[in-house]
């Protein structure tokens, strides 16, 4: 049976949840999700990173309630990107990008 989510903001708190519950699982990977904060007559560059099971954004303030959306702004995510870490300045830790936002979902691609 598959889940159906009861409302697109519910469907946010669960992507981000479920990316960390599987970032937690693969400690050497860093997982960038790269999006826009919408307010009333602009957009925001945002930016989240997703590291051994936390959210943290380097754009703007995030919350750790798992009952409360991860940024208090609509926003959207365009982007996800996969890094081995750490990160370092002489390597090239990118391992691949996806648009899909359920394309990280899979365990598998992660690896």
């Given at each position: 049976?598959?889940?159906?989510?009861?409302?697109?903001?519910?469907?946010?708190?669960?992507?981000?949840?479920?990316?960390?519950?599987?970032?937690?699982?693969?400690p050497n990977?860093?997982?960038?999700l790269?999006g826009?904060?919408?307010?009333?007559?602009?957009?925001?560059?945002?930016?989240?990173l997703?590291?051994?099971?936390?959210?943290?954004?380097?754009t703007?303030?995030?919350?750790?309630d798992?009952?409360?959306?991860?940024i208090?702004?609509?926003?959207?995510?365009k982007?996800f990107?996969?890094?081995?870490?750490?990160?370092?300045?002489?390597e090239d830790?990118?391992?691949?990008e996806n648009?899909?936002?359920v394309?990280?979902?899979?365990?598998?691609?992660?690896?």
């Open positions: 049976m598959e889940e159906t989510l009861s409302s697109p903001k519910m469907a946010e708190i669960d992507l981000i949840n479920k990316l960390e519950k599987i970032s937690s699982q693969m990977r860093i997982l960038k790269e826009l904060i919408i307010k009333e007559n602009y957009k925001e560059q945002l930016e989240i997703i590291f051994k099971g936390f959210s943290s954004s380097t703007h303030p995030i919350e750790i798992l009952e409360k959306k991860v208090a702004f609509s926003y959207t995510i982007n990107k996969l890094y081995k870490a750490p990160l370092t300045e002489t830790n990118f391992i691949r648009e899909n936002s394309f990280f979902l899979n365990q598998k691609n992660w690896i």
